[in-house]
């Protein structure tokens, strides 16, 4: 079964950073995209981020574009988002989601993490 | 990147279809995929590249996409079917419509 399950949400204060995890099981972690996808309270669905298996390729959205790093470790099956100055629009549910086949959609979704950006 | 868009609310009688839209420029020429978002949970993925179902997700669910707008169809809805739902494709980033709020009454 397909496992995806993140962890280092809280509270952060404005100018901040936080790192969010993302544990996979379940299926060969090394073969797959794996997402960031954002969801501020009561608002839609928003791409934050992609890595490729090998970390060859990575993408952010124009919101977090210099201001968070992804990465990968492919032997303990996780994935990492580092997100510096961090601001009240970050707010949201960080889920971590697996890209299917082809890498244009999402196949499988973590159940997420709040990041609260406040004073 | 393409921006999509979808009508904020749809509502349905129970046993009937329910047409959810998403439109952009386009559109027709790449995949899209749908996701159904219930209160509390996350994104399940009910569609993707167009037409295709995952294994688990009821035949009454079916998505088409042509020209500048892709529909997802949910026949014979029932009450477990209001949701959220967002329609998704890749235009040189992941892009999300804005979701449609489906309401079973």
């Known amino acids: 079964e397909v496992q995806l399950v993140e962890s280092g949400g809280g509270l952060v204060k404005p100018g901040g950073s936080l790192r969010v995890s993302c544990a996979a099981s379940g299926f060969t972690f090394s073969s797959y995209n794996i997402n960031w996808v954002r969801q501020a309270p009561g608002k839609g669905l928003e791409w934050v981020s992609s890595?490729?298996?090998?970390?060859?390729?990575?993408y952010y959205a124009d919101s977090v574009k210099g201001r968070s790093t992804i990465s990968r470790d492919n032997p303990k099956n996780s994935v990492y988002l580092h997100m510096d100055s961090l601001r009240a629009e970050d707010t949201a549910v960080y889920y971590c989601?697996?890209?299917?086949?082809?890498?244009?959609?999402?196949?499988?979704w973590g159940l997420g993490t709040l990041v609260t950006v406040s004073s | 990147s393409i921006e999509l868009n979808q009508t904020p609310s749809v509502s349905v009688s129970p046993g009937q279809t329910a047409s959810i839209t998403c439109s952009g420029d386009?559109?027709?020429?790449?995949?899209v995929s749908w996701y159904q978002q219930k209160p509390g949970q996350s994104p399940l993925v009910v569609i993707y590249?167009?037409?295709k179902r995952p294994s688990g997700i009821p035949e009454r669910f079916s998505g088409s996409n042509s020209g500048n707008t892709a529909t997802l169809t949910i026949s014979v809805t029932q009450a477990m079917d209001e949701a959220d739902y967002y329609c998704q494709t890749w235009d040189s980033s992941w892009v999300f419509g804005g979701g449609t709020k489906l309401t079973v009454l």
């Open positions: 989601a697996r890209g299917g086949p082809g890498g244009q959609y999402f196949d499988y």
């Open positions: 386009q559109l027709g020429d790449k995949y």
């Open positions: 590249q167009d037409t």
């Open positions: 890595i490729s298996p090998t970390s060859s390729h990575i």
